[in-house]
């Protein structure tokens, strides 16, 4: 047996106290007349044995109740296998809030039994220790140490909440708020379902002078489906087409459906889509066709029906459609070529403006969608960054080299931007015989594909090499397969390099009017940064507009159903950054708003990482107790868990019952005093 309170042991000295009583005890004697005393020695003899023995009883039952007083006070423990912790104690403890709590064991919801196993938790400790409590938003009041009083208060105030949490990274915010305060005893618990996908806790991760304790909860087993994503086949949605929405469904359940509904909201109208057979621990990819008739911010929200679990169910995303392509031409002169203009000005869709090469704003190119050189001979060292830094940041840029171009100049400026060297111009009559269907810039504008298209010519070209590090990809190849117009990829945008001029006398792709249009339009709406369709809550904290900057007096909200939040901002570029720091509160479409004008909106969804409800079974919980200092506690039972968390912080106590020994030997007394007459 051992002390849990030692020092308290010089309290033994209170035994003197009784005995002093006992030594000191005269009773005072009243005279009693006898009219004979002839038995008054035997009486005298016998009265004073019954007495002594009496007071001797009395002494010894006090003396016991004091010495089982002092022991209770020092708290005497058997020690357990483990070492006992003296003194006081920092215990953090993690509550998993996550959306897989929110499933029902057989008796009540797994949160609502995670707090109450929580309380017992602190309830098991003294009321000098210190305590964390920990969920899965990480707020910043959690990562420090409070009272016992204020710890049970934040265990009442803990819901449920998108965000997950991988277990090691719990432990690593457990370990830096142990480490707050100069408590040598630091103990940990990890209260959750353990679902696989979040539980990777190993030896490496952990913290070994910190005992670990896991405290898992069983949920019932319940099937589940939910939408894991989705996506549009093209990277810019087009204005009155039908876009090709791909929607992945996954069932994370062991059984085949095979009557999962889903559907399309987009524009307050509801619309079914259809019936999807999935099998078991699979998933199906079903096409959705949005026509999307409005131009400017889009959004939709897709919809299966299922449950109990159904926060997976939905699924918002967001786009933009152009109504306006902006286009800017940069001709040596500011004379454009004459087709070019009559195609960018003959169609409303077209917002175009014309420059000289001497003319140029270089700090508004970034508002254009696509940029088009003709007739620039040479392209200075000056333009050449600008145009770099342009298409670098999402920017679509066509290239026609003059007939009288700077060879050397231009091979410059595009190994500057990543593409393939011209060679000298070649006077050769050449016909291109092939258009690239499966790229974006061609793919689904000819309806009938076995139609018969009249393709360009050229009389004259400057042959474009090939280098297998520039990743080219032909749009037009000529006869013997080179290119006649070629794409490269810079950052976040595209190169388009025609080997031909656009002179009509060489080049008469500005004449063919079935190509040249929509070749245009399709270059300006293609940014090679696909615009976000949906954010993930919790993972994606970091979002991008390329909308204006805010101002002094004007700074960006994000607004949804629920309120309005202000991320932190910064421009980059022609972009505006947005820190978001775990301030989107649930999912939902949120506006972008600059001053009172919504200019853009963004989809976010929960995390689905909660949506396989698959845990680590009891042979895998055992497992983890071989790392060291790692011990699994068992929530069903609550005395159970009280009893085995004190056993295992102080030894199996005994305090208990020396108060009972306390009572015990005073009732004693009083029975002496009372019932035994000496």
Known sequence: MQFLYPNFLWALAALAIPIIIHLFYFRRFKKVAFSNVKFLKEVKEETSMRSRLRNLLVLLARCLAVAALVFAFAQPFIPSAREVLT?????????????????????????????????????????????????NNFSGRNQRLVGQEEALEFIDQVKVAPASRRLSVVAARQRSALGTENIDNRISYL??????????????????????????????????????????????????????????????????????????????????????????SSYVIDSVYLNIT?????????????????????????????????????????????NLRAALGGLSVFAANYVGSRNIDYGSLGTNDLIVITDQQSVGSGLAEQLRLYVENGGNLLIFPPRNADVASYNTF?????????????????????????????????????????????????????????????????????????????????????????????????????????????????????????????????????????????????????????????????????????????????????????????????????????????????ELTAIPNVALLDAENQASLIGDIRERNEGTPLWRYFIWIALAALLVEVLLLRFWKG
């Open 294 to 338: 409005e131009p400017g911010i889009g959004k939709a929200e897709l919809r299966i029906t299922d449950f109990p679990v159904q926060f997976d169910d939905k699924y918002f995303l967001t786009f933009r459609t152009a109504d306006k392509v902006k286009v800017l031409n940069i001709d040596d002169d500011g004379q454009p070529n004459r």
């Open 414 to 622: 595009l190994t500057r931007i990543s593409a393939d060297r011209l060679e000298p111009f070649a006077e050769q009559a050449r016909e291109v015989s092939g258009l690239n269907r499966r790229e974006f810039i061609f793919k689904d504008v000819f309806r009938n594909r076995s139609s018969a298209l009249r393709l360009p010519a050229t009389t004259g070209n400057f042959p474009i090499g090939k280098l297998g590090s520039r990743r080219q990809e032909a749009l037009l190849t000529y006869r013997d397969g080179s290119a006649a117009l070629a794409k490269y990829t810079l950052g976040e945008g595209n190169i388009y390099l025609s080997s031909a001029p656009l002179d009509n006398e060489i080049n008469n792709l500005a004449l063919n009017a079935e190509i040249f249009i929509p070749m245009l339009y399709k270059m300006g709406i293609s940014s090679g940064r696909r615009r976000q369709a949906a954010y993930t809550i919790g993972q994606d904290e970091v979002i991008q507009t390329s909308r204006r900057g805010a101002t002094g007096d004007l700074v960006f909200k994000l607004r949804g159903k629920n309120g309005e939040f202000i991320p932190e901002q910064r421009t980059v570029d022609n972009r505006v950054v947005l820190t978001l720091n775990n301030q989107v509160p649930e999912a939902g479409v949120y506006d972008l708003i600059l001053g009172e004008e919504t200019v853009d909106a963004f989809a976010f969804n929960y995390d689905r990482k909660e949506s396989d409800l698959d845990y680590l079974n009891g042979t895998e919980l055992a």
């Open 191 to 280: 209260v959750s379902d353990f679902q696989r996908n979040i539980a990777d806790l190993s030896a490496d991760q952990l913290d070994t002078s910190i005992q670990t304790n896991l405290v898992p909860l069983t949920a019932v087993r319940e099937r589940n489906v939910g939408i894991d994503s989705a996506w549009f086949e093209a990277p810019v949605p087009q204005l009155n087409q039908n876009n090709l929405l791909l929607v992945r469904v996954r069932n994370y359940g062991s059984e085949d459906l095979d009557n999962v509904r889903l559907s399309l909201n987009y524009l307050g109208q509801n619309k079914p889509e259809g019936t999807l057979v999935i099998p078991a």
């Open 87 to 135: 003194g006081r104690k920092a215990v953090s403890l993690f509550v998993d809030n996550s959306f897989s709590m929110g499933a029902e064991s057989d008796r009540a919801p797994l949160l609502q039994i995670a707090k109450d196993r929580a309380r017992d938790i602190v309830n098991a400790y003294g009321v000098e220790d210190r305590f964390q409590v920990l969920d």
